[in-house]
């Protein structure tokens, strides 16, 4: 039997954070080290090793259907891995990252109130007050780590639909972080 690694045990890290986020809403800004890290590893040279070592997302998809005994064969339609959807699902994705930035600037400068509530699939409200339980911190922080959760909680169900439909680790064909890791790499490669 293969010997294990840390890494093999970083499934963990998504339930956790979920799990602390759930009951305060300020722990959403751990999730920064999963957006900025890959991008670190990627310009520094260490290709992919983000998704194919690291990414506690990716490992979570192939190891709940391993431990479950059910492990999906299909394979997605090809159009889900085309370079298209790819780079239009990164775009629509960078646009809602992009206004809930906005959004947050606003609460900054005092033109909107603080939601205290997730927003899933970009479209429902989930209220989710009693996460909001350190008041001592700007409003704008507060607003940012629900902003933040939301799109993290909608990626990672997106992904478990996928795994439930297809291959586990589906979701890692467009996934935003891994186009752009992708691009990253092909950039260096042509300019070296
Ligand atoms: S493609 Fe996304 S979810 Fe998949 S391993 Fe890479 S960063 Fe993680």
Redesign the pocket.
Known sequence: MKKKNWTDYLWIWPIVYFTLGFFNILFAWLGMI?FIL?LIIAVLGGG?A???RY?????L?AFIPRILGKENKKVAPTWMYSKYFRYGFLAFFMTMFGNMVYQTYLVFAGSRSLRAAIKLFWTFKVPFKWAYTVTAVPEWVTHYSYGFYSLMLTSTLI?FILMALYRP?T??AF????TM?QGICKIKKKTR
């Open positions: 999963d890959p992919k983000f998704c194919n990414c506690g997302r990716g490992k998809f992904g680790r979701w890692c996934c935003p972080m891994g890791t």
